[in-house]
């Protein structure tokens, strides 16, 4: 499958999404072409098979498995969920969709829980830790909250498929622009730009790596775009300040 063709997907599923579990999957694609989302499936099955009927079961059931975080937790590996399903290791996010895959095939309701730096999941109820595999509670996590000095407002947030699809992107993302990978920082904002429902940001993260690969009229393109969606004045001037410099660049000559 093209790349082309992968983005259709994403718009496909940006208008019409499925669960949170099918956006982890079409992720796993955006890694390797070749990906396994079957696979996937069944060994989600094969796990739900034995994994009990309660939250606590659930999440006990997949930590004597051997689910846990990954200690080399800068892997592209760590959020793809095939390598995840072999290995047992992953980023909390990951793990977050093994666990939700296999409580709702075990009949219990399971969701995403946007939380700060640390993505969380509630089965039936009850706040699990995906990358401990433990239940916590709202009080550890509100400590935690304060510890770091971070706002409640917003942190216990369900996830929708969109948004654990954008946020696996964004971690992937980081990823390729600390190895300098700045083609594939592109490739990845593309399939972000697809399903966003603001994409203004993400406009504006692409420039730079527009001008990492010589390419000023992309990154005037992208600086457009941004200035048509700016909330205010004021950065829209900010913007408009920034276009202007990159207007008065050379094109490189290939």
Not at 47 to 66: F, I, Q, T
Not at 150 to 171: C, H, I, K, Y
Not at 208 to 231: F, N
């Amino acid at each position: 499958m093209s790349n082309a063709e992968l983005l259709e997907e994403f718009r496909a599923f940006a208008a019409a999404p499925r669960g949170v579990v099918d956006a982890a999957l079409l992720v796993g694609r955006a890694i390797a072409k070749d990906f396994d989302a079957a696979w996937c499936r069944a060994e989600l099955d094969r796990l739900a098979a034995e994994a009990g009927r309660s939250a606590a079961e659930v999440a006990g059931y997949l930590k004597r498995l051997g689910f846990a975080g990954a200690d080399d937790y800068y892997r592209v590996a760590n959020s793809s969920l095939v390598a995840v399903l072999q290995s047992r290791r992953g980023i909390p996010i990951s793990l977050a969709m093994v666990l939700i895959g296999v409580a709702e095939r075990c009949g219990l309701p399971a969701v995403g829980i946007n939380f700060p730096q640390h993505f969380l999941v509630a089965v039936d109820g009850q706040l699990i830790d995906p990358f401990r595999m433990q239940l916590t509670s709202r009080d550890n996590c509100r400590a935690w909250l304060a510890a770091n000095d971070l706002p409640e407002d917003g942190a216990f947030q369900v996830a929708s498929p969109l948004d654990v699809m954008l946020r696996m992107l964004n971690n992937l993302r980081l990823l390729a622009l600390g190895k300098g990978d700045h083609a594939e920082v592109i490739e990845l904002s593309d399939y972000q730009l697809a399903v966003a429902p603001q994409p203004l940001g993400i406009h504006m993260e692409r420039v730079e790596s527009w001008l990492a690969l010589g390419v000023p009229g992309m990154a005037r393109h992208e600086l457009e775009c941004a200035i048509k969606l700016a909330p205010n004045d004021a950065l829209r001037a900010q913007l408009t300040a920034r276009l202007a410099t990159i207007e008065a660049r050379p094109s490189s000559l290939n």
